[in-house]
């Protein structure tokens, strides 16, 4: 990459670059070297003795990235998603520690031209004992945390269950498998966390037509830099 980089005009941004077991990915990701050139940054590409490392928002927490898998409806309509892992998290997981469930795990939109979701997750209620809570029918109850008791659902399905009795409880968001495979808490919330990157239109397009980095300028508005403009016919 280092080559590359210097053969080239440094405002210009590879259309990929190779990071290690990942293979060769591209925008919205980007190396720390180049944060002009994408979205996420990602460090140790080129060092096999060191897990690959993803950061979410700027001065944020460094994630190991498992996978990222990459492709294209149309030259302008990419399908992203990366699945990283949550070490923290999925050591309370492992230790079977109910500060596992004090996690509240949402990811905001950032920037003003992509979005990050979370591809499965579900909503689980912490209720102090003290409430005598008597939940919705169909709902799971864990029993083992010191402090509280756990309410969930283990069959996530689209009908709305009603909520009233479980009001005055903490809700908790917390990231799952996609088949969750039993109905132990710590066995299918997981750690491992698969993400799906939204862009905007103007911004895929800015990017994958023609070939230019998504920015604000300085009325915080949306702007392509260094991109190709089509020729008039």
């Not at 399905?157 to 968001?173: F, M, P």
Request: hydrophobic share 35%; aromatic share 12%; charged share 20%.
């Amino acid at each position: 990459m280092p080559l590359v980089f210097a053969a080239g005009n440094q405002a210009e941004c590879p259309p990929s670059f190779p990071c290690g077991y990942l293979g060769n990915i591209s925008f919205p990701f980007t190396l720390t070297e180049r944060p002009d050139c994408g979205l996420l940054p990602i460090r140790n590409c080129d060092d096999p003795l060191k897990p690959i490392m993803i950061q979410l928002h700027k001065n944020g927490v460094w994630f190991q990235l498992v996978r990222v898998t990459q492709h294209f409806r149309s030259p302008t309509t990419p399908l992203t998603t990366f699945h990283f892992r949550d070490k923290n998290l999925y050591d309370l997981l492992q230790n079977e520690s109910c500060e596992a469930f004090r996690y509240n795990y949402t990811i905001p939109p950032f920037f003003h031209f992509a979005a990050l979701r979370i591809q499965y997750h579900t909503t689980l209620f912490r209720c102090n004992r003290s409430l005598h809570v008597s939940p919705p029918t169909g709902m799971l109850n864990y029993t083992k945390c010191p402090d509280y008791d756990l309410y969930y659902k283990h069959i996530i399905t689209a009908d709305d269950v009603s909520r009233s009795s479980l009001v005055a409880c903490t809700e908790v968001q917390l990231p799952i498998k996609d088949v969750p495979d039993a109905i132990n808490p710590f066995t299918f919330v997981t750690a491992d966390i698969i993400i799906r990157v939204d862009l905007t239109d103007e911004c895929a397009d800015c990017n994958y037509r023609h070939g230019g980095q998504c920015k604000l300028d300085s009325t915080e508005k949306f702007c392509c830099a260094n991109g190709i403009k089509q020729q008039k016919p």
